[in-house]
């Protein structure tokens, strides 16, 4: 069972970037993390799903289911919500939306993704899109179509352990994404890969960007590359939700997932290998991962965008402006240098100079 602060405290980032509504009377609604009872976590969350399914409002029932099953499937409750989540994105999608549904099996387990832009007679740069480790694909999934329209092949999945993915998580969990490269090789132009990879998958981007050429740029925001695997002291602070979500994908105890995140470290000759170019949103007041992590980065990185928040883990407080960074950063990563670009990037600068003048809101 999770601390119910924790929980209501990490899911607004979440929820916010979800478009989520009447988020504090919802939450005020929930006394407990125990069960399916009136006035538990999952039955909230998924009492909410069930009326926006029933309306035929389905990807916001998804929506909601996912916050249900959040943070990680510990149970029969948040494993229906899961399902239910899956389910009500996959009857959305089927109604034209242009995505398509893979699953494919890797050394290790079954991946499931959503898709869009795939292509094999015409085959597009491949975008990669993922979450960290309380996310599930359904999250990302619906802006795949934005993506094919930018002229990518755009797929959406999960951290090993995570969602549907049956992998186990680990240090050497990178090897995924090569070997998710090479099965999509035939309907994506894998040679010129591109990848936004949120906190703890950036992790994983950037291991794989030391190993394989084909990875051309990534984007992400909260990743830990180093600093948080080998600071003891600062893993002591670090939230049970996110430990005990750590644990739980790796399959280990608390104690010795501690004893053995060294090993997941990026060493200073993986980062020197990193020759691609790479955006990281970062938030001067993470409590997830230290501040020596940004700080030292633009020492190891050669081609490192940094960008900065005044905003704790998930910058929860510049969701839109976070949201058209990513966007405008994977175009300038890309070399787009249109109009298309310029608009982009000056929408996500308004919206983070109204982040810092109007403090609070979104």
């Known amino acids: 069972m999770n ?3 924790e929980l209501k405290r ?4 979440h929820a916010r970037g979800q478009r989520i509504p009447d988020l504090p009377a919802l939450l005020d609604r929930i006394r407990t993390d125990a069960g399916d009872e009136p006035g538990s976590w999952v039955r909230e969350w998924s009492d909410r799903g069930d009326r926006l399914e029933r309306d035929g409002k389905l990807l916001d ?9 959040f943070p990680y499937v510990d149970g029969p409750p948040r494993a229906e919500a899961l399902r239910r989540c899956v389910a009500a994105f996959d009857r959305w999608r089927a109604d034209g939306q ?3 549904r893979l699953d494919l099996d890797l050394d290790g387990g079954r991946v499931g993704c959503w898709a869009a832009g795939l292509d094999a007679a015409a085959p597009r740069p491949l975008l990669l899109v993922l979450g960290g480790i309380v996310s599930v694909k359904e999250q990302w999934a ?12 755009a797929v959406g999945t999960e951290l090993p352990g995570a969602g549907e993915n049956t992998l186990r998580y680990g240090a050497e969990s990178w090897r995924m994404l090569p070997d998710l490269l090479d099965r999509l090789a035939d309907r994506a132009d894998v040679s010129r890969t591109y990848a936004i990879a949120f906190s703890f998958a950036g992790h994983l981007a950037l291991r794989t960007a030391a190993e394989d050429p084909r990875l051309a740029g990534i984007v992400t925001a909260g990743a830990p590359v ?9 893993q002591a602070r670090v939230p049970d939700i996110t430990m005990d979500t750590l644990a739980h994908l790796t399959g280990t105890k ?31 007041r993470d409590e997830i991962i230290p501040p020596a992590e940004a700080a030292r980065l633009p020492e190891r990185l050669r081609r490192l965008h940094l960008v900065e ?5 998930g910058s929860p407080r510049h969701v839109v402006g976070s949201q058209l960074w990513t966007l405008a950063s994977l175009l300038r990563l890309r070399g787009e240098r249109g109009p298309r670009r310029v608009l982009v990037g000056g929408l996500a600068r308004a919206a983070r100079l109204a982040d810092r003048l109007r403090p609070g809101r979104d």
Not at 226 to 234: G, T
Not at 309 to 313: A, E, I, R, V
Request: net charge negative; glycine share 6%.
């Open 309 to 313: 928040n005044d905003d704790t883990h």
């Open 142 to 153: 619906p802006t795949l179509p934005l993506f094919a329209k930018l002229g990518f092949a």
């Open 10 to 13: 990490y899911i607004t980032v």
């Open 226 to 234: 180093r600093e948080f695997f080998i600071d003891q002291a600062w």
């Open 3 to 5: 601390d119910l602060d």
């Open 61 to 69: 029932a998804a929506r909601h289911f996912a916050m249900a099953r």
């Open 98 to 100: 242009g995505i398509e």
């Open 254 to 284: 608390r104690a010795e997932l501690v004893a053995g995140l060294d090993a997941w470290a990026l060493t200073d000759a993986q980062l020197a290998a990193v020759g691609i170019p790479v955006a990281y949103l970062a938030s001067r």
